[in-house]
């Protein structure tokens, strides 16, 4: 047997192994709902989850290193962007779409992000020209060519969501849920309860890896996880299980 229940029925003991250590987590994305569809909701969704966690979509690109296009090392075959969108959908795709399909879904709807993310960092740009030791006659044309680039870039952003505004509901799995990297660089999504220093186990009997925490041998159990590169099992080694007592 590779699981028993205590006679109490309070704590289960599982056959399974830590995986990796958690060591980076990463803001947790939040979204309001509506009680009734309406017109536009996914549109209305998208502006809502835009304006409480634009910093946490930053955050989260960061870990993936999708900026850089950072190589992820579990899986040498996708770019980080391709790691990122399918975490975000944690490796399901909706019914009746392949992966191509969701992807091309999914980038339609994260566009507001990322002119969001340029309006910001060119907002940025035209405070530090304010602030730099340049002449003022210098600060003023360069501050008047960022200007530019903020209007173009808001203008950018409202046609952008106006031309968005049927777009679908995002099928992704990451509303009110957590990043986080691992010492080995696995990247994963998992319960917002997740912290630094909590671990990645598989047990014998699924492939599905679980958030723990805890020290020898009695562990809670925080919650599933996907994490790009061991969903599917390729970490698991029953030379390495062990009992874990698991509340």
Not at 12 to 41: C, F, M, N, W
Not at 48 to 61: G, H, N, P, R, T
Not at 138 to 163: E, H, I, T
Request: aromatic residues 10%; negative net charge.
């Amino acid at each position: 047997m590779f699981f028993s229940v205590s006679n109490d029925n309070r704590a289960l003991t599982l056959s399974g192994h830590i995986v990796d250590k958690i060591t980076r987590v990463r803001g947790a994305l939040e979204q309001d709902y509506y009680e009734t569809p309406q017109p536009g909701s996914g549109l209305l969704a998208a502006n809502l989850l835009l304006q409480k966690s634009s910093d946490v979509i930053k955050e989260w690109e960061d870990i993936f290193g999708v900026r850089q296009n950072r190589p992820y090392p579990h899986a040498s075959a996708d770019t980080a962007w391709d790691v990122y969108w399918k975490t975000l959908h944690a490796g399901c795709y909706p019914d009746g779409m392949d992966a191509d399909k969701t992807k091309e879904s999914f980038e339609k709807w994260y566009t507001p992000f990322r002119h969001m993310q340029e309006l910001s960092e060119t907002s940025v740009a035209v405070d530090e020209i304010g602030k730099s030791d340049s002449g003022t006659p210098a600060r003023v044309v360069a501050g008047v060519g960022w200007f530019g680039k903020v209007m173009y870039k808001s203008v950018k952003l409202s046609v952008g969501m106006v031309r968005n505004r049927a777009v679908a509901q995002s099928d992704i799995r990451a509303v009110h849920r957590t990043m986080f990297k691992t010492d080995m660089g696995y990247i994963g999504l998992s319960s917002r309860k997740i912290k630094d220093g909590d671990c990645v186990a598989l047990f014998q009997g699924g492939k599905m890896p679980f958030g723990i925490r805890g020290k020898e041998g009695e562990f809670n159990i925080i919650g599933d996880a996907y994490v790009h590169g061991i969903i599917d099992g390729e970490a698991f080694d029953l030379a390495k299980c062990e009992a874990f007592e698991v509340y």
